[in-house]
């Protein structure tokens, strides 16, 4: 079975500030690992996926993802963050052999503050 | 980018009650999902669907439970009769492809249970 656990429920960051979000999964293979945000009232919107090649990877509005086998982490970063950033940020897991079924973090609500 | 559309964006029902959740997917995408969301807990997978059939369920897809595409139509989530444990946001969405393909989400329709 695999899992992902994100956790920091809620982070709150000033305007400017860089920003981390961690997300550690469980999982034996090789897994696609996505990071999504949701603004309010909307859909889930990608930011960034992996799968192989390069740890780091780029995503959109200046994110970034680096991937670290050993330690089956999976963390968001952004060098400098904007109050419309704020949204919740989810990590998610596509295993190998199951599909297409995803497996979700529990989600971390950023506030940025001015 | 591609959007998903979701109706209604929220449903107030009596228990026992027939509900039908719509989902209007990506126009070109072939793969369709159902994930379910109580409030303060994990996204969690329901249901996909592809080529007019269900490819995999997970346990929360109980009996009461029924997805279809008829003609390319919309695609939808029935739930007859409805729990009160059915109360929760549901959230439809669409890929090209299967495994590791980006999924593009709906905003969410939020069922309550009465």
Known sequence: AQSVTQP???????EGASLQLRCKYSYSGTPYLFWYVQYPRQGLQLLLKYY???PVVQGVNGFEAEFSKSNSSFHLRKASVHWSDSAVYFCVLSAQGTGSKLSFGKGA?????P | GPKVLQIPSHQII??????TLN???????L????YKQILGQQMEFLVNFYN????????????QFSV??????????????????????????????????????GPGTRLLVL
Not at chain 2, 14 to 19: A, S
Not at chain 2, 82 to 94: G, I, K, M, R
């Open chain 1, 8 to 14: 920091d429920a809620r982070v709150t960051v000033s």
């Open chain 1, 52 to 54: 192989s090649g390069d």
């Open chain 2, 68 to 105: 279809e595409r008829p003609d390319g139509s919309y695609f939808t989530l029935k739930i007859q009769p409805t729990a009160l444990e059915d109360s929760a946001v549901y959230f439809c969405a669409s890929s090209p492809w299967d495994w590791g393909d980006t999924q593009y989400f």
């Open chain 2, 31 to 34: 793969y369709f999902y159902w």
């Open chain 2, 14 to 19: 009596d228990m026992g009650q027939m509900v």
């Open chain 1, 109 to 113: 609500k950023l506030t940025v503050s």
């Open chain 2, 23 to 29: 989902c209007d997917p990506v126009s070109n995408h």
């Open chain 2, 52 to 63: 007019g059939k269900v490819m995999e369920k997970s346990k929360l897809f109980k009996d």
